[in-house]
């Protein structure tokens, strides 16, 4: 696995291969749509589909014959999953299924009940992938994500690595718990973090409510200070903020990881492993664009952490925390290059 690597940040997917993706899936698209069973993305992905899980309705688009090996691609906060609009029509084009799911409180993802917690702690998100791999009879597949994803996708290498072919980790070891996110941090770094402390007030949570468009469009521009995102590109994965429980997810997982909010107890055995902060042992590609203006720790810090096969690919030209869809040819070919590891 290459140590290095350069993107083409403009358009890197020429329009043959995204074409040639799109045309394969759509006749299983629209078998889907007239059996009630999908319904088209708007300027992105081809068809969403549905899967039930023990909690939730979760709504995702898929890319690629249904045999192909299974890559699932975890979109982060605030984003969603046209963050992956680039990357999942190459690895489509290579033969992989691509799975690409709303997170809970994003997109069409619904609760199936009005009585389940909307709770955002960590070990709960990253299992909404598992139960989903179980819905959908996926016994392996690799993993891939920043933000959240990366987070989910960390700990789900960590505590089930037998479901986890390989990981692409933007930001590399996220892995946390109740008491590290309680323990001060240096001025500079806390105020990296202001929005944390918002989140932690009642004025905060009300704040996000009612201006969560232009909140998470200021969140973009700090976090990618160099990507020129047009108002389509922002509005598109805005729609995903629409989503009924998208405020208390997010509100609560930022709470709970200053332990200011409880999880639920049936998560607790999870999160005292994950407070152990295991290795993840599962062939490894870790990421970081040159301009990432979110929080993100030095890969330094992480790299004893992962004890398989592993590299650190950073990525130049401007490329912020966005990655996926700032950079996607190399966000794709860090994929293509652990599943071969």
């Known amino acids: 696995m290459s140590s290095s690597a350069q993107p083409n940040r403009r358009r890197i ?3 043959a291969v995204v074409t040639a993706a799109l ?5 299983r698209a629209m078998a889907d749509e007239a059996s009630g069973g999908a319904a088209a993305i708007s300027g992105g992905f081809p068809l969403l589909r549905h899967v039930k899980t023990g909690l939730l309705d979760i709504a995702y688009a898929e890319l690629g014959p249904a045999d192909g090996a299974a890559v699932i691609l975890l979109h982060g906060w605030p984003y969603d999953v046209h963050s992956f609009v680039e990357v999942a029509p ?6 992989y299924r691509v799975l690409v799911p709303y997170l809970r409180g994003f997109g069409d993802t619904r609760f199936l009940s009005a009585k389940t917690m909307r709770n955002g702690q960590p070990s709960a998100v990253a299992l909404d992938t598992v139960d989903m791999m179980d819905a959908l009879k996926i016994e392996r597949a690799v993993l891939a994500g920043f933000d959240f994803g ?3 996708a960390d700990i789900i290498a960590a505590l089930w690595p037998e479901r986890c072919k390989g990981l692409v980790a933007v930001s590399g070891y996220l892995i946390g718990s109740q008491a590290s996110g309680e323990l001060p941090l240096p001025p500079e770094a806390e105020h990296q973090w202001w929005y944390q402390f918002y989140f932690a007030t009642d004025r905060g949570k009300a704040g996000y409510e009612k201006n969560r468009i232009e909140f998470n469009k200021l969140i973009w521009r700090l976090a990618s200070p160099k990507w020129n995102f047009d108002d389509a590109t922002f509005a598109r994965s805005a729609a995903a903020f629409d989503n009924p429980d998208h405020v208390d997810i997010v509100i609560h997982n930022y709470r709970w990881r200053q332990g200011l909010a409880q999880g639920e107890p049936q998560y607790d055995p999870l999160e005292a492993k994950l407070a152990a902060f295991p290795n993840i042992g599962v062939a490894t590609i870790t990421m970081e664009g040159d301009a990432n203006g979110a929080p993100h720790p030095p890969p330094a810090a992480y790299a004893g952490k992962f004890t398989g096969r592993y ?4 990525i130049g030209g401007g490329v912020g925390h ?5 950079a996607p040819q190399a966000f794709a070919q860090a994929v293509i290059d652990v599943s071969a590891a």
Request: no cysteine.
């Open 13 to 15: 997917l020429g329009a």
């Open 322 to 326: 966005n990655l996926p869809q700032e």
């Open 150 to 152: 990366a987070r989910s």
């Open 90 to 95: 190459i690895l489509a084009a290579k033969g």
């Open 311 to 314: 590299a650190h690919r950073n």
């Open 23 to 27: 045309a394969e899936l759509a006749p």
